[in-house]
T-cell receptor
Framework: AAGVIQSPRHLIKEKRETATLKCYPI?????VYWYQQGPGQDPQFLIS???????DKGSIPDRFSAQQFSDYHSELNMSSLELGDSALYFC?????????????FGPGTRLTVL | DQQVKQNSPSLSVQEGRISILNCDYT??????FLWYKKYPAEGPTFLIS?????DKNEDGRFTVFLNKSAKHLSLHIVPSQPGDSAVYFC???????????????FGQGTILTVHP
């Protein structure tokens, strides 16, 4: 079965640079979520999109922005990168046509800011 | 403010025995709970979930129990296998059931080690 695809899997950037992370949800899933997991921490919700509209927002810095495109893939744009942005970034998708909100996660993008 | 708590950072179990992972929550708005398994360098893998209208859900070797009055849930794995060794996250959401929202709030995770 198709799973959530994230690219790139690994990314190394310098401070103050920009990064773009991509997420391709499971086909026919209409909701995409982004989570950030710092070293030794639990995943923290950043932002979500339902049918290409932002549906919820968590602890996402103003330096970050995201959008969902017509093909339902999503991109997380991160500017003015800081050392503290080094983390695993997960994308998850779900379908509101299901009975419950089971979110399926991608493999993650490991971002390292030097 | 940790709304979902897994107070045991690690658990060690013998193969064939039962593994019990516990999770507590504080937000009474949570109405849907999930367990995820995570290996290093991989994304969380969905295991099993339970709605607040139920107190038990079973899927093969995995059973989740929910005690709403105590705001406590547990995951039972019987029998435990070495391949079950991973980090287990408890997660909760509010307003589930066909809605567009439903961000997950995760616990800190419990490292399960199953010895052969």
């Amino acid at each position: 079965a198709a799973g959530v695809i994230q690219s790139p899997r690994h990314l190394i950037k310098e401070k103050r640079e920009t990064a773009t992370l991509k997420c391709y949800p499971i086909p026919r899933h209409d909701t995409v979520y982004w989570y950030q997991q710092g070293p030794g921490q639990d995943p923290q919700f950043l932002i979500s999109f339902y049918e290409k509209m932002q549906s919820d927002k968590g602890s996402i810095p103003d330096r970050f922005s995201a959008q969902q495109f017509s093909d339902y893939h999503s991109e997380l744009n991160m500017s003015s990168l800081e050392l503290g942005d080094s983390a695993l970034y997960f994308c998850a998708s779900s379908s509101t046509s299901g009975e419950y909100n089971e979110q399926f996660f991608g493999p993650g993008t490991r971002l390292t800011v030097l | 403010d940790q709304q979902v708590k897994q107070n045991s950072p690690s658990l060690s179990v013998q193969e064939g025995r039962i593994s019990i992972l516990n999770c507590d929550y504080t937000n009474s708005m949570f109405d849907y709970f999930l367990w995820y398994k995570k290996y290093p360098a991989e994304g969380p893998t969905f295991l099993i979930s339970i709605s607040s209208i139920k107190d038990k859900n079973e899927d093969g070797r995995f059973t989740v129990f929910l005690n709403k009055s105590a705001k406590h849930l547990s995951l039972h794995i019987v029998p435990s296998q070495p391949g079950d060794s991973a980090v287990y996250f408890c997660a909760a959401s509010a307003g589930a059931g066909g809605t567009s929202y439903g961000k997950l709030t995760f616990g800190q995770g419990t490292i399960l080690t199953v010895h052969p």
